[in-house]
């Protein structure tokens, strides 16, 4: 079993356009993040979510909306697209919100054409 | 904000050979961490450390924590193909300034059999 999944792995779609990518955690972790890389490789912290509840909110544009149903549970909603989006979306999990152990799933790599 | 300089970008070494990699930055971190990153894959922890001059061994990999607290090395003895990948130093901020994550630019590791 993976222990942070995420969904779709790969997504092509036209600017303007809204898409979601969902991610899963099967560890029993608290605190769940969402991570930003660039096509220099460069990790950047978008969102942070300890038991639901939002804990970090790196100033990122509005359009992107993160949920969390449940504490396995973070999804991303990002609206009107923009080509400046294209990038690999990392969703990561830890044990709390104090430790920087954190695991991550296999990206999820958005094309915005 | 805070940033963390690491060098170097690359590394072309051949099979067996030792590599050497560190990070460094103008603020003091809590925690160091070192990940690597193979292509397709999200990022995986290989070493934690959390006190002040702490060196720590994972295998054929090594670490320290600075005694500054600003800076950290990796060492990698005896490298091997699988070896290959990027690898991420990471710094975690105090509670006061929420325990983020920062990432180093990372450094690309690439070995020739």
């Known amino acids: 079993d993976t222990a942070v999944s995420q969904t779709p792995k790969y997504l092509v779609t036209q600017m303007g356009n809204d898409k979601s990518i969902k991610c899963e955690q099967n560890l029993g972790h608290d605190t769940m993040y969402w991570y930003k890389q660039d096509s220099k490789k460069f990790l950047k912290i978008m969102f942070s979510y300890n038991n639901k509840e939002l804990i970090i909110n790196e100033t990122v544009p509005n359009r992107f909306s993160p949920k969390s149903p449940d504490k396995a549970h973070l999804n991303l909603h990002i609206n009107s697209l923009e080509l400046g989006d294209s990038a690999v979306y990392f969703c990561a999990s830890s044990q709390s919100a104090g430790t920087g152990e954190l695991f991550f799933g296999e990206g999820s790599r958005l094309t915005v054409l | 904000g805070q940033q963390l300089n690491q060098s170097p970008q690359s590394m072309f070494i051949q099979e067996g050979e030792d590599v050497s990699m560190n990070c460094t930055s103008s603020s003091i971190f809590n925690t160091w961490l070192w990940y690597k990153q193979e292509p397709g894959e999200g990022p995986v922890l290989l070493i934690a450390l959390y006190k002040a001059g702490e060196l720590t061994s994972n295998g054929r990999l090594t670490a320290q924590f600075g005694i500054t607290r600003k800076d950290s090395f990796l060492n990698i003895s005896a490298s091997i193909p699988s070896d290959v990948g990027i690898y991420f130093c990471?710094?975690?901020?105090?509670?006061?300034?929420?325990?983020?994550?920062?990432f180093g630019q990372g450094t690309e590791l690439s070995v020739k059999p």
């Open positions: 990471a710094g975690q901020l105090g509670w006061n300034q929420g325990g983020k994550l920062i």
